[in-house]
């Protein structure tokens, strides 16, 4: 399964990544909105985004509209992983920093599944 990480501190980029390579998913990361548009747009697809919302560049809320204005990107999910919860998109699973891995990783296989993965 292919997951995206995209988040500008990289110290919680590298820790998440870790985790989900050491649990057999291939694991590509993002330091902000504008390349992980770049990687979006430029790769295959990955199943599932796990989106910050307060990044340089791009910021998340943004990220996450080009992602839903394209077509081709309809079938990824996305995980909101954020300090600021009040500024995610409704409908969108959410969870507020400092992230419960455990958590994360149960809403990962539920919304990779929802992709078909």
């Known amino acids: 399964m292919k997951l995206l ?13 870790e ?13 902000n ?3 992980a548009w770049d990687l979006l747009v430029g790769e295959a697809l990955p199943h599932v985004v796990v989106l910050d919302l307060t990044m340089p ?22 995980i909101i992983a954020t300090s600021d919860p009040a500024r995610a998109p409704s409908g ?6 400092p992230i419960d891995l455990d958590r994360l990783a149960a809403l990962v296989v539920r919304e990779a599944s929802l992709a078909g993965a």
């Not at 969108?92 to 920093?97: A, D, S």
């Open 33 to 35: 909105g504008a390349d």
């Open 5 to 17: 990480i995209v988040d500008d501190e990289a110290d919680i980029r590298d820790a998440l990544a």
């Open 57 to 78: 560049v791009l910021d998340g809320v943004a990220l996450y509209g080009r992602m839903r204005a394209d077509p081709r990107l309809g079938s990824v999910r996305v």
């Open 92 to 97: 969108v699973p959410t969870l507020t920093k």
């Open 19 to 31: 985790f989900f390579e050491d649990k057999g998913y291939e694991v590509a990361v993002a330091a």
